[in-house]
C-alpha cells in the first residue's frame, strides 16, 4: 500500500493545506518585490495587494479539493459573520503584514481546519523563509528550497516539543506587541531569554522544540491562531487561557481572549 493510503486524515489534510500555503506564498513574493504603500481596515490595520491575492488563491484552492467545508478568511469574514458548522476552516492569507511592509521576513500563510472548536490540521508556511510547518496527527518542517519545481514531503522532518529546561525558560514574544501585561507575566516566571518573533512564527518556534512559551496579552484574531496552534498540538504542545483552559475556535466576533502558549511547560506553572 502506498504511503499516501497509509497516512491518516489529518496528515493528509494538513499536507494539502501546506500546498496551498505554498501557491499562496508565490503570489506574496512577487507582490513583496514590487510592494506599495499600504491601505487601512477601518479597525487600522494594514492591508496589501497580496493579503488579497493570497485570499483569492487559497479560496479558490479549498473550493476545488474541499467544497463542502465553510471557509472564514481574514479579507472576507464581515462584521457580524458567524459560522455555525462544527467543521470549518479558518485562514489567514499573511500574517505579519507589518513585518511584510517593513521589509522583514517573518510574514506567513496560514490555513487550519477548525473540528468542535479544536484545531486539528494546519499549515504555516513562510515564503520568505522557504519553511513550511504542517500539523494533523503529526507535526512536520520541511525546507522548500530542497526542491525548487514542488513541495516533496518525503524531505520533511518531524518535530517535537521539548522539556523546559530546569535552568529557565525561553520565550517567544511578540515583535510589535510586547505590552506591560506580558511583561509582567515574564517577570512572574522563569524566563531565562526572550526571543521576539513576528506573525505565527512563534507557535512554530516552540514545536520545533527551540523556544518554551509564547505568552500573549492583548487582541488577536482566531485566523492569525489556529494554524500555528494546530502545529503545536500536533507537535506535543497546547494552548491555553490564564486559567489553564484549552483555547478553542468558532468565539463570538472570532476573537480569542488573552492567552499562553506552551510547550511542555510544567502544568503547575500556569
Known amino acids: 500500500m502506498s504511503e499516501r493510503c497509509n497516512l491518516h486524515e489529518l496528515d493528509k489534510l494538513a499536507r494539502l ?30 492591508v496589501t495587494a497580496a493579503d488579497l491575492e493570497a485570499d483569492e488563491v487559497i479560496r479558490h484552492c479549498l473550493e476545488q479539493n474541499l467544497p463542502n467545508l465553510p471557509v472564514v478568511t481574514e479579507e472576507t469574514c464581515t462584521s457580524g459573520q458567524q459560522t455555525s458548522a462544527e467543521r ?14 517593513q521589509g522583514r521576513s517573518e510574514f506567513t500563510v496560514n490555513i487550519a481546519l477548525i473540528e468542535r472548536g479544536t484545531p486539528v490540521a494546519g499549515a504555516v508556511y513562510a515564503p ?24 516533496t514531503f518525503s524531505k520533511m522532518h518531524p ?7 530546569p535552568e529557565g525558560w525561553r520565550a517567544v514574544v511578540s515583535r510589535s506587541h510586547l505590552d ?17 518573533s513576528g506573525s505565527s512564527l512563534k507557535f512554530c518556534v516552540i514545536a520545533e ?3 518554551d512559551v509564547y505568552p500573549r496579552m492583548g487582541p488577536t484574531m482566531e485566523w ?20 489553564g483552559h484549552p483555547m478553542t475556535y ?20 500556569i
Open 224 to 243: 492569525d491562531t489556529a494554524a500555528g496552534h494546530a502545529v503545536l498540538l500536533a507537535a506535543g504542545g497546547c494552548v491555553t487561557d490564564l486559567a
Open 128 to 151: 520568505a523563509l522557504h519553511q513550511l510547518y504542517i500539523g494533523g496527527a503529526e507535526a512536520y518542517k520541511l525546507d522548500t528550497r530542497l526542491d525548487a519545481n514542488s513541495v
Open 180 to 196: 506591560a501585561q506580558t511583561k509582567e507575566w515574564i517577570a512572574q516566571h522563569p524566563i531565562a531569554d526572550l526571543r521576539p
Open 159 to 165: 518535530i517535537c516539543v521539548r522539556n523546559a529546561p
Open 250 to 269: 468558532g468565539k463570538p466576533g472570532y476573537r480569542n481572549g488573552n492567552f499562553i502558549a506552551w510547550g511542555a511547560a510544567p502544568e503547575t506553572s
Open 17 to 46: 493545506f501546506g500546498l496551498i500555503t505554498v501557491s499562496a506564498g508565490k503570489v506574496i513574493m512577487k507582490a513583496w518585490a514590487n510592494i506599495d504603500r499600504p491601505d487601512y481596515k477601518a479597525d487600522g490595520s494594514p
Open 209 to 211: 522544540g527551540e523556544a
Open 88 to 101: 470549518f476552516v479558518l485562514v489567514d492569507p499573511l500574517d505579519g503584514t507589518k513585518e511584510f511592509i
